[in-house]
């Protein structure tokens, strides 16, 4: 059995890009977990992690490493740097005593990097900084290091200097693992506590749920029947073992280690992330863990081939079973048929699982605009949620309307600090506070979700030229005064079309909408009249003229009569159309819109 003194469960930390995952390739390969000069970013194992440079979901490894002739077990639980996956490096903190805060030399400190220290500060652990690619011509090392003293309050000792492209520090960083971060507590009870942090699914093993032993052992050899506290499921181990970096099976997880259970279950959904596993019979206090994480950014997919419907529910379901945080469910459009309403965790997320559908299923989608949860109370009392356009009650029915909103907070630069607060006020973002952090400023605002998941991202990095970075956490709901814009083609309404957005803006962007529409749809044999309307009023138009055929084109000469009478007869032939045709709006015409 592993003593408890000698383990150490750890996450790295970092802002997207500082060098997270070359780090834990480094400390795989000197703790002998790997080869030498073997795969790179090895714990990234979706092809699209690999080539975006990205970390999505988090992954642990299990490493051994000696130190003054004693053993120690390592386990290192790497997380996500981009701020749609916060979530993931909650869950990673709570199984863990300690964490490694990598900043990157040539940056200095950003806003993933503070929101990160502040959870690993929040969860009670200890933090060892480590400052990488100390080896680059644009590095700083000893203003970066002053300057995490300044700003974090670290003491000169304590930081380390190092390189996770050469190996530079590496060791010393594996010693100050050992030597820093506490090994995990000493349980009180003997009863099995332990806490399911993540979970995926295989297809011969069912679900695989990653788990933390806080009391008590798992040993399949006991025959003990276990269950999940909240959820009351119960189950029986297949397998249990622990990552290092593939599975390795065992027949004992004792307390403090970091491991695997399949259970078998076919249903990942049953596996709640956050509950606490114990043994039927057991009389335990659950540990504190998470709720599942809720989507706050929502498309509707609609396969781009019609036939292709039944490959699209396939490839949503299978990607569900590896994506708790993917959720879903059917929707329709006159103009695009039958497809998805999809809830993401932000706009990051959803370009994963829109290139995932197009590369591992070969189904390609429009997606319609991205829109936010509103919540409403009715003039009857009743309460709703709406995150599709196509759901939003008549006008008069609404008493008001909740929008949901984040705390923002921009690290920049000190000469772009005016830009950007010039964007945040142009997108209805209300101040809070301002801090200068030796040459760099924190901007901290209140700002609506819909505005931040437009444009927000691209607009930052132009006014900073790149220098800018964004962390948010959401930060509850707002009334706000905002109304459905319809957008009707031949007065016959365009639900796929139509938009939520706060009334002083909804004339304005109804007006662009239609205008494009104009310039998108193609001319056909029958006049088009493109309508904004808010309610019943309508707010904007534009019509796309008829093509005019020449129908008098085959006469030669003759009275001038003739040429009348068959202008007369086209006339009402193309009444006749207008009112029994309908509008179609070319799928290549669509995504255009879109991407506007």
Same mark, same amino acid.
């Given at each position: 059995?592993?003593?408890?003194?000698?383990?150490?469960?750890?996450?790295?930390?970092?802002?997207?890009?500082?060098?997270?995952?070359?780090?834990?390739d480094r400390l795989l390969e000197v703790?002998?977990?790997?080869?030498?000069?073997?795969?790179?970013?090895?714990?990234?194992?979706?092809?699209?992690?690999?080539?975006?440079?990205?970390?999505?979901?988090?992954?642990?490894?299990?490493?051994?490493?000696?130190?003054?002739?004693?053993? =120690?077990?390592?386990?290192?639980?790497?997380?996500?740097?981009?701020?749609?996956?916060?979530?993931?490096?909650?869950?990673?903190?709570?199984?863990?005593?300690?964490?490694?805060?990598?900043?990157?030399?040539?940056?200095?400190?950003?806003?993933?990097?503070?929101?990160? =220290?502040?959870?690993?500060?929040?969860?009670?652990?200890?933090?060892?900084?480590?400052?990488?690619?100390?080896?680059?011509?644009?590095?700083?090392?000893?203003?970066?290091?002053?300057?995490?003293?300044?700003?974090?309050?670290?003491?000169?000792?304590?930081?380390?200097?190092?390189?996770?492209?050469?190996?530079?520090?590496?060791?010393?960083?594996?010693?100050?693992?050992?030597?820093?971060?506490?090994?995990?507590?000493?349980?009180?009870?003997?009863?099995?506590?332990?806490?399911?942090?993540?979970?995926?699914?295989?297809?011969?093993?069912?679900?695989?749920?990653?788990?933390?032993?806080?009391?008590?052992?798992?040993?399949?050899?006991?025959?003990?029947?276990? =269950?999940?506290?909240?959820?009351?499921?119960?189950?029986?181990?297949?397998?249990?073992?622990?990552?290092?970096?593939?599975?390795?099976?065992?027949?004992?997880?004792?307390?403090?280690?970091?491991?695997?259970?399949?259970?078998?279950?076919?249903?990942?959904?049953?596996?709640?992330?956050?509950?606490?596993?114990?043994?039927?019979?057991?009389?335990?206090?659950?540990?504190?863990?998470?709720?599942?994480?809720?989507?706050?950014?929502?498309?509707?997919?609609?396969?781009?081939?019609?036939?292709? =419907?039944?490959?699209?529910?396939?490839?949503?379901?299978?990607?569900?079973?590896?994506?708790?945080?993917?959720?879903?469910?059917?929707a329709a459009s006159p103009a695009l048929?039958?497809?998805?309403?999809?809830?993401?965790?932000?706009?990051?997320?959803?370009?994963?699982?829109?290139?995932?559908?197009?590369?591992?299923?070969?189904?390609?989608?429009?997606?319609?605009?991205?829109?936010?949860?509103?919540?409403?109370?009715?003039?009857?009392?009743?309460?709703?949620?709406?995150?599709?356009?196509?759901?939003?009650?008549?006008?008069?029915?609404?008493?008001?309307?909740?929008?949901?909103?984040?705390?923002?907070?921009?690290?920049?630069?000190?000469?772009?600090?005016?830009?950007?607060?010039?964007?945040?006020?142009?997108?209805?973002?209300?101040?809070?506070?301002?801090?200068?952090?030796?040459?760099?400023?924190?901007?901290?605002?209140?700002?609506?979700?819909?505005?931040?998941?437009?444009?927000?991202?691209?607009?930052?990095?132009?006014?900073?030229?790149?220098?800018?970075?964004?962390?948010?956490?959401?930060?509850?709901?707002?009334?706000?005064?905002?109304?459905?814009?319809?957008?009707?083609?031949?007065?016959?309404?365009?639900?796929?079309?139509?938009?939520?957005?706060?009334?002083?803006?909804?004339?304005?962007?109804?007006?662009?909408?239609?205008?494009?529409?104009?310039?998108?749809?193609?001319?056909?044999?029958?006049?088009?009249?493109?309508?904004?309307?808010?309610?019943?009023?309508?707010?904007?138009?534009?019509?796309?003229?008829?093509?005019?055929?020449?129908?008098?084109?085959?006469?030669?000469?003759?009275?001038?009569?003739?040429?009348?009478?068959?202008?007369?007869?086209?006339?009402?032939?193309?009444?006749?159309?207008?009112?029994?045709?309908?509008?179609?709006?070319?799928?290549?015409?669509?995504?255009?819109?879109?991407?506007?």
């Amino acid at each position: 059995m592993r003593i408890m003194s000698n383990i150490r469960n750890f996450s790295i930390i970092a802002h997207i890009d500082h060098g997270k995952t070359t780090l834990t390739d480094r400390l795989l390969e000197v703790t002998h977990t790997i080869p030498m000069g073997g795969t790179a970013r090895r714990l990234d194992s979706n092809p699209i992690e690999q080539e975006r440079g990205i970390t999505i979901k988090l992954a642990p490894v299990r490493m051994h490493y000696q130190l003054a002739n004693i053993n =120690y077990q390592l386990n290192l639980i790497d997380t996500p740097g981009h701020v749609d996956f916060s979530y993931e490096v909650s869950r990673a903190l709570h199984a863990c005593e300690g964490a490694v805060l990598v900043v990157d030399a040539t940056k200095g400190i950003q806003a993933q990097t503070l929101a990160n =220290y502040d959870k690993a500060i929040s969860a009670g652990l200890t933090i060892i900084p480590f400052i990488n690619k100390i080896d680059m011509a644009a590095a700083e090392p000893e203003r970066l290091a002053q300057e995490l003293i300044d700003t974090l309050g670290f003491k000169a000792e304590e930081i380390i200097f190092g390189s996770a492209k050469s190996g530079a520090g590496v060791t010393e960083l594996l010693d100050a693992i050992v030597t820093r971060i506490p090994s995990p507590s000493v349980p009180n009870h003997t009863s099995l506590r332990a806490l399911v942090f993540n979970s995926i699914f295989d297809q011969h093993k069912g679900v695989i749920a990653f788990v933390k032993i806080f009391e008590g052992d798992i040993n399949p050899n006991n025959r003990d029947q276990l =269950y999940l506290f909240a959820t009351r499921e119960k189950l029986s181990p297949l397998e249990i073992g622990y990552f290092a970096p593939d599975m390795h099976s065992v027949d004992h997880l004792g307390v403090g280690e970091v491991g695997y259970i399949a259970t078998g279950h076919k249903d990942i959904r049953a596996i709640t992330i956050g509950d606490t596993l114990t043994v039927v019979g057991a009389n335990i206090t659950p540990i504190a863990g998470y709720q599942r994480p809720q989507p706050m950014v929502f498309m509707d997919l609609y396969p781009i081939d019609a036939g292709n =419907y039944r490959n699209l529910v396939d490839a949503l379901g299978k990607l569900a079973l590896n994506d708790a945080a993917l959720s879903y469910h059917a929707a329709a459009s006159p103009a695009l048929g039958h497809g998805f309403r999809v809830g993401f965790l932000g706009i990051l997320h959803a370009e994963i699982v829109t290139e995932r559908l197009s590369r591992e299923f070969e189904v390609q989608v429009v997606n319609t605009s991205p829109s936010v949860p509103y919540q409403m109370t009715l003039k009857n009392g009743d309460h709703l949620e709406v995150s599709s356009p196509s759901d939003w009650p008549r006008p008069e029915v609404i008493d008001h309307i909740e929008e949901p909103v984040v705390t923002l907070t921009v690290f920049t630069p000190e000469p772009y600090v005016g830009g950007i607060m010039e964007l945040c006020q142009g997108k209805r973002a209300e101040f809070i506070d301002l801090e200068y952090l030796g040459g760099r400023v924190r901007l901290n605002y209140l700002m609506p979700l819909s505005e931040l998941i437009t444009d927000f991202y691209d607009r930052l990095k132009s006014v900073s030229s790149g220098y800018a970075s964004v962390q948010y956490d959401h930060g509850g709901y707002q009334v706000v005064d905002a109304v459905k814009v319809d957008i009707l083609l031949n007065g016959e309404e365009a639900g796929a079309l139509s938009f939520v957005s706060p009334r002083f803006s909804a004339e304005g962007r109804g007006r662009v909408l239609v205008e494009k529409l104009k310039d998108a749809i193609p001319r056909s044999l029958i006049e088009v009249a493109i309508q904004a309307a808010i309610g019943g009023k309508i707010i904007a138009r534009a019509t796309i003229r008829a093509f005019r055929k020449d129908v008098t084109a085959k006469l030669h000469g003759g009275d001038m009569t003739r040429n009348r009478k068959l202008l007369e007869k086209q006339k009402k032939g193309k009444k006749k159309m207008k009112m029994l045709g309908n509008v179609e709006v070319p799928q290549a015409a669509f995504t255009a819109i879109l991407k506007i």
